[in-house]
């Protein structure tokens, strides 16, 4: 199958070799979306753009990998406006609810609503972040793009079934997207395919750490490593996704 501009994102990470793809894709864009709201191009003076993270937000997370991204400035004009509509929300929450009223409805309605508006209100902001909400949308792009290539390049096929497949977040997403991209002839085959590729990296990653641990006892100083030295952060990574091994992605100035 000739390669397309959109796959090429894709067949490099599958290229990678690394204990998931889509971790590796993951990555590439939450960096690429910190450059584009923090870095050079200066995207936060664009009122089009500070609209949407004046609104989202962003979360704990990310505003983690913001402060470590760099860029004072930057960071300093995104909350300042994103305070502003903050504080606008907040009064306007605040003034809208009263206290004890919820529940006095609520002794007369069994349907009535129990929660405070403002504390649903601030998990509702807690929730909402621009680079997540970015980064979803166009992640279920890549993960229609796999099937794409799965199903028509005989050669990509031949990579994911004998890979290193994915970390368990991700194995779990591909599942789920099987089911809207494949027939149930399809999603048969290639439930089999996964959940046996799976398993057996799933053991290889268990096996290296279990060596790892061996390599602690002294009979086995003198023993080789094998595939175990790093196999901590990749251990973690096929568990729960990410790179627990990552240097911080910092601004480059």
Known sequence: MKEQLYMIPLN?????????????VERQIEQDLLDFVLGSGSSYMESNIREQTDRLGFCRPHFKKMFDYGNTLGNGWIL??????????????????TPGRASLRGMFRKDAPTANPVSVWVKEKNESCYICSYYKEHFERYLDTFFVMYKKDAAFRSKIENGKGFCLTHFGDLLEAGEANLSEKEQSAFYDMLCSL???????????????????????????????KDAIQRGMQKLKGGYPADPLYKMNK
């Not at 490099?12 to 590796?24: K, L, R, S, T, Y």
């Not at 300042?80 to 609810?97: G, I, P, S, W």
């Not at 799933?202 to 006892?217: A, G, M, N, Q, Y």
Request: proline share 2%.
């Open 198 to 228: 799976m398993h057996a990296n799933l053991t290889r990653l268990s096996d290296d750490v279990s060596w790892l641990i061996e390599k602690f006892d002294y009979r086995n100083k003198d023993a080789d490593w094998k595939n175990s």
């Open 12 to 24: 490099d990470a599958v290229n990678a070799n690394d204990e998931c793809p889509f971790c590796n």
């Open 80 to 97: 300042k406006t994103h305070y502003k509509r903050m504080l606008e929300e907040f009064d306007k929450q605040v003034k809208a609810y």
